[in-house]
């Protein structure tokens, strides 16, 4: 099922026009997928470090259409390119080549494998980042949900989108589907395994997230005499935006905000 989720949501975001672009295939790709064949299947989570912090810094989140939506990393290009260093790389793979430049190194099998990590540390890493509330600048280009140009600049990152991405319910590719999502990857086409929140119950057990929502927030809906949830249109909608807005906000905690595990190294 993530196998198929995965590939279905490249294709649905480019033709989303998302701006993604197509890519051939790396001469090295199956040196590639051997890599993160090993990241995936190893016993235990890759210990955190300072390179896999500079990774996700400059990890590109989009809206990923499923369901209610929500946010995701995107598999194609999963980190920002901000530099025309980056643009002169004879390296096919567009995300590889990036990563190459962030950390600063030729060393094709040390960012492939360190890029692979981040895919499987970025839930923990949400799960227990902190940022204070205030105002962060967005990457250039962002762009927040049902909108088709770049998003203003600044975000108001609130108490209300620490609890919410602490407590978001990730799917990720495991140990048993790695092989199918590599083996099925399109040739023009690299796909980096990354995790998004579950757009159908992206805080709990409830499709009817917005139930999740309030009591996670500490406002809970009211029940009537018969026990079921009394739905205010005007809640409803206060939340839907809260919870579109958690786009923006995984955005700048991805940047900003301070890891609730230990660097090492």
């Not at 997230?209 to 909608?237: C, F, H, R, S, V």
Request: charged share 15%; hydrophobic share 40%.
């Amino acid at each position: 099922m993530i196998r198929r989720q995965l590939i279905s949501l490249a294709g649905a975001l480019t033709a989303g026009s998302l701006g993604w672009w197509w890519l051939r295939k790396d001469a090295a790709a199956e040196d590639r997928h051997d890599i993160i064949r090993a990241v995936f299947t190893a016993n235990a989570l890759p210990t955190f470090s300072a390179q896999h912090l500079l990774l996700i810094r400059q990890l590109h989140v989009n809206w990923v259409p499923e369901e209610s939506g929500a946010p995701g990393i995107d598999p194609v290009q999963p980190l920002w390119s901000s530099s025309a260093n980056v643009n002169t790389s004879t390296e096919a793979d567009s995300a590889l080549r990036t990563a190459l430049h962030i950390l600063q190194t030729t060393d094709r099998t040390r960012a492939t494998r360190l890029l692979a990590e981040v895919c499987l540390l970025i839930p923990e890493f949400v799960a227990s980042a902190t940022l204070p509330a205030g105002s962060y600048s967005l990457p250039s280009g962002f762009v927040q949900p049902k909108q088709h140009a770049s998003a203003s600049q600044a975000f108001q990152f609130l108490p209300a989108h620490q609890l919410l991405l602490n407590a978001a319910q990730w799917r990720e590719v495991s140990s048993d589907s790695i092989d199918d999502v590599l083996n099925d990857e399109d040739p023009s086409q690299p796909l980096w395994p990354m995790p998004y929140i579950d757009g159908k119950r992206p805080y709990g057990n409830r499709s009817y997230y917005q139930i999740d929502m309030a009591e996670l927030l500490g406002q809970p809906y009211a029940k009537n005499a018969q026990g079921k949830y009394i739905l205010p249109p005007d809640k409803d909608q206060a939340l839907a935006s809260l919870h579109q807005q958690t786009q923006a906000a995984l955005q700048v905690l991805f940047m900003y905000g301070t890891p609730g595990t230990s660097i090492q190294g």
